[in-house]
Nanobody
Framework: QVQLVESGGGLVQAGGSLRLSCAAS????????MGWYRQAPGKQRELVGV???????NYADSVKGRFTVSRDNAKNTVYLQMNNLKPEETTVYYC???????????????WGRGTQVTVSS
């Protein structure tokens, strides 16, 4: 069993910063790409940023230059540093990871339960 648990969400003023964390736990052999998505009510879940096991990153155009995805492989944790946040970025942020577990012995895709980010104007 593999779990992804996010933390770090909350309320921040427009222009402020937040740092989200997501820790993977369970019977893990290895982790591939890890990333962050967000989903506003009534909209599709969209990619925010992703980082490969080798450290290569990719971002949505809307967050380039403001958000940074990083990871600590020793801790099985991925981070999302969000700077200069905008009110329209208020939504739930989800962690995602491709994880090889001792149970399945293959890469399966996992999601966290999400963490709320609220940006006040």
């Amino acid at each position: 069993q593999v779990q992804l648990v996010e933390s770090g969400g909350g309320l921040v003023q427009a222009g402020g910063s937040l740092r989200l964390s997501c820790a993977a736990s369970g019977s893990i052999i290895g982790i591939g790409a890890m990333g962050w998505y967000r989903q506003a009510p009534g909209k599709q879940r969209e990619l925010v940023g992703v980082i490969t096991s080798g450290g290569n990153t990719n971002y949505a155009d809307s967050v380039k230059g403001r958000f940074t995805v990083s990871r600590d492989n020793a801790k099985n944790t991925v981070y999302l540093q969000m700077n200069n946040l905008k009110p329209e970025e208020t939504t739930v942020y989800y962690c995602n990871a491709w994880v090889v577990s001792r149970i399945s012995l293959r890469a399966d895709n996992y999601w966290g339960r999400g963490t709320q980010v609220t940006v006040s104007s």
